[in-house]
């Protein structure tokens, strides 16, 4: 490779570089100095931020949907919900776009971690190098950086103990991680574990293990043991929870809570949904819902006992969301018992729109429905007789009828550049520094604005160059002025590609 063809270096890798002290022939001749650590600025808050996975817009009860969530609507009614947050349609150029501010494409990361066509927009899902991750910014303000759940942002043939490292999420700014690095994990018996920069071998897992569960666990450990060893020090906690992706694996416990709550079926539930948004003031009185997505029948021309597998597939799909909810109870209840909660900016968001892989009869196996394109009605027979749907043996995906719900007032899903696609709802709490909590936000507000917020809550200008690499500037516009004036004029009026800056 030619000298010209790397990548600039801007820093002198000289321990001597910038010493201000004096060096004598003798030590009693010499003046010592050592470099200031950096501290991050008085009362900076802690920052959370929850990324959940392919959930849709309506999809909490704060934003129309009947699945309890009250730890989330708790967070919402003492903060505010965006009603006009925009993401991009799939989970790892989402991902990058969040933790670095730029559009997925000007890092390299417009598609999945499987796939590397060969150009520049197009690097596996890893994110350039002259693109600071929110942790590496974070990190160099003085905060701890911990990250719990799903990474998906380093590419497969990476994903080994031979792998390079160089895209895992201690490299990019993480003190700690724990989790999984793809992109889909079995709830209930992930088959690859990994923690900081090893994978964690499990030869077995115990009967009530629950990887969301897990999640949280290893999220609460850390902050007590942050809170133990330097109270005072602000974190960065980054929990990319894997639900409620596919497979819809759910606790039996959970599973029972929702029993019975989609009898009436995917029309209603869509319908009441969107009534609620327009009573919540998220959509506008003269929204109108569109038709159902292709290949999805009127509930009423449903069989009746194929309504009760369809029923089944939502009410797991709920139970992952009731869970979701449970656990970030927990995290709540934690900074609240430490008096933390005031000071802590609570960001929750999902990376994209519902998920429409199910197809219009969703599906008991997804990973052999995808080579198979259809699924033996006997096998579901036979798995909804045994009470096994969602169980240890199953992949289950639910069908379009439900995507449209979740996706309300919207149309289609996921992999789509339609509002279902990319419309999912925002929350943000933060009492110290959230003006009018309750409200709802109508401006427009996109992924690519998260980091820059967080760097002008800091006071922090985004740096020209990181690490020994020039960068390239922002995507993303700030929005703090929303968060404490409802009539901020909002900061975009347009979604740049990002094209130009690769």
Not at 340 to 361: H, M, P, R, Y
């Amino acid at each position: 490779m030619s000298a010209t063809s790397l990548p600039d270096r801007l820093q002198s890798g000289d321990p001597g570089a910038g010493f201000q002290g004096t060096i004598g022939r003798t030590l009693q001749e010499s003046t010592p100095w050592w470099e200031p650590r950096q501290q991050p600025r008085p009362s900076a808050p802690n920052v959370i931020v929850v990324l959940l996975d392919d959930l849709g817009y309506s999809d909490f009860g704060c934003f129309g949907g009947e699945i309890p969530t009250p730890h989330i609507d708790a967070l919402a009614a003492g903060g505010l919900r965006f009603a006009n947050y925009t993401t991009v349609p799939m989970c790892t150029p989402a991902r990058a776009a969040l933790l670095t501010g730029k559009n997925p494409h000007a890092v390299g990361c417009g598609w999945l971690t499987f796939n590397t066509p060969g150009y520049p927009g197009y690097q596996a899902g890893e994110i350039t190098r002259d693109a600071p991750t929110m942790a590496e910014l974070l990190r160099a303000q003085g905060y701890s950086t911990y990250a719990v759940g799903k990474w998906h942002n380093t590419a497969e043939y990476n994903v080994t103990s031979a792998g390079d490292r160089a895209s895992w999420p201690l490299q990019r700014g993480f003190d700690r991680f724990y989790g999984f690095v793809g992109g889909e994990a079995h709830y209930f018996a992930p088959a690859q574990l990994f923690e900081d920069n090893a994978i964690v071998a499990r030869d077995s897992y115990t009967a009530d293990y629950y990887c969301t569960d897990d999640w949280t666990d290893k999220a609460l450990c850390w902050l007590k043991e942050h809170q133990a060893a330097a109270p005072s020090k602000p974190f960065f906690l980054y929990l990319p929870y894997n639900a409620p992706h596919a497979p819809l694996h759910a606790k039996a416990s959970d599973v029972a809570r929702n029993a019975g709550r989609y009898d009436a079926g995917w029309d209603a539930v869509r319908t009441t949904r969107f009534k609620n948004q327009v009573t919540m003031g998220l959509m506008p009185a003269d929204t109108r819902l569109p038709e159902r997505s292709a290949g999805v029948p009127d509930w009423a021309d449903v069989p009746d006992e194929q309504r009760k597998v369809y029923a089944r597939y939502m009410e797991l799909y709920a139970a992952l969301i009731d869970n979701l909810d449970q656990n970030l109870g927990r995290i709540t209840r934690f900074l609240t018992d430490t008096g933390q909660l005031d000071n802590t900016l609570i960001v929750i968001t999902s990376d994209n729109g519902a998920n429409g892989v199910g197809g219009a009869e969703g599906a008991v196996n997804n990973l052999s429905k995808r080579l198979t394109r259809t699924e033996d009605p006997a096998l579901v027979r036979r798995v909804m007789e045994s009470g096994g749907l969602g169980g240890h043996a199953t992949w289950p995906a639910y069908p379009l009828g439900w995507t449209d719900v979740s996706s309300a007032p919207f149309r289609l899903y996921k992999t789509t550049t339609m509002n279902g696609g990319i419309r999912v709802p925002m929350v943000v709490h933060w009492p110290a520094g959230i003006r009018d909590a309750g409200a709802v936000r109508q401006q427009w507000v996109h992924v690519t604005d998260t980091l820059p917020t967080l760097l002008d809550i800091l006071g922090t200008p985004y740096p020209g160059a990181f690490n020994g690499y020039r960068t390239r500037g922002l995507d993303g516009v700030s929005f703090r002025q929303v968060l404490t004036d409802a009539e901020a004029p909002q900061t975009r009026n347009r979604q740049q590609t990002g094209c130009c800056s690769i």
